[in-house]
């Protein structure tokens, strides 16, 4: 089951989404660092942390109702 996720994030004129299957969380999150050290790109490292929360809450609540 090919399930699609999105995380967006609005910073001013700038909105970010990024769209990806569950399962490649970790290759979100090197986009995340990867977009965060680009001198060029408003994304920094404080927006890199709360997409990664989000995420990360996002995959607890679903542990939890899968435990429950």
Same mark, same amino acid.
């Given at each position: 089951?090919? !399930? %699609?996720r999105?995380?967006?994030?609005v910073?001013?004129?700038e909105?970010? !989404?990024f769209r990806y299957q569950a399962g490649h969380e970790p290759d979100v999150i090197d986009a995340f660092a990867?977009?965060?050290g680009d001198e060029a790109s408003e994304f920094d490292w404080f927006d890199?942390? !709360?997409?990664s929360y989000q995420m990360g809450r996002r995959l607890e609540t679903e542990l939890d109702q %899968?435990?429950?």
């Open positions: 089951m090919n !399930v %699609i999105q995380l967006s994030l910073k001013g004129a909105r970010f !989404v990867s977009l965060a890199a942390a !709360v997409l %899968i435990a429950t």
